[in-house]
């Protein structure tokens, strides 16, 4: 069975940091270019960033770069989001994505107050 769980997600405030994590199971993480998305109320669901399969090469959305550091460790199955320098307009649902397979985990909130 198929799994991506987010956790880290938590309230902040501004200039403040989180990191989140996105546990994968049931396929072959390692082969898997992996994304983070997030969705803010109200708005479309938009590409944070992505890091490839080896963990060689990511790229990320003008909004966050400089900011948000995506990074994976293969031998836990697992990538994660460093976020620092927050700001109110971060604020949204966070999402991992498995791009070859297609498949979402089921977020997790990052709140941050002004």
């Known amino acids: 069975q198929v799994q991506l769980v987010e956790s880290g997600g938590g309230l902040v405030h501004t200039g403040g940091s989180l990191r989140l994590s996105c546990a994968a199971s049931?396929?072959?993480?390692?082969?898997?270019?992996m994304c983070w998305y997030r969705q803010a109320p109200g708005k479309e669901r938009e590409l944070v960033g992505h890091?490839?399969?080896?963990?060689?090469?990511?790229n990320y959305a003008d909004s966050v770069k400089g900011r948000f550091t995506i990074s994976r460790d293969n031998a836990k199955n697992t990538v994660y989001l460093q976020m620092n320098s927050l700001k109110p307009e971060d604020t949204a649902v966070y999402y991992c994505?498995?791009?070859?397979?297609?498949?979402w985990g089921r977020g997790t909130q990052v709140t941050v107050s002004s």
């Open positions: 994505y498995a791009r070859l397979q297609g498949y």
């Open positions: 049931g396929f072959t993480f390692s082969s898997s270019a």
């Open positions: 890091i490839t399969s080896g963990g060689v090469s990511t």
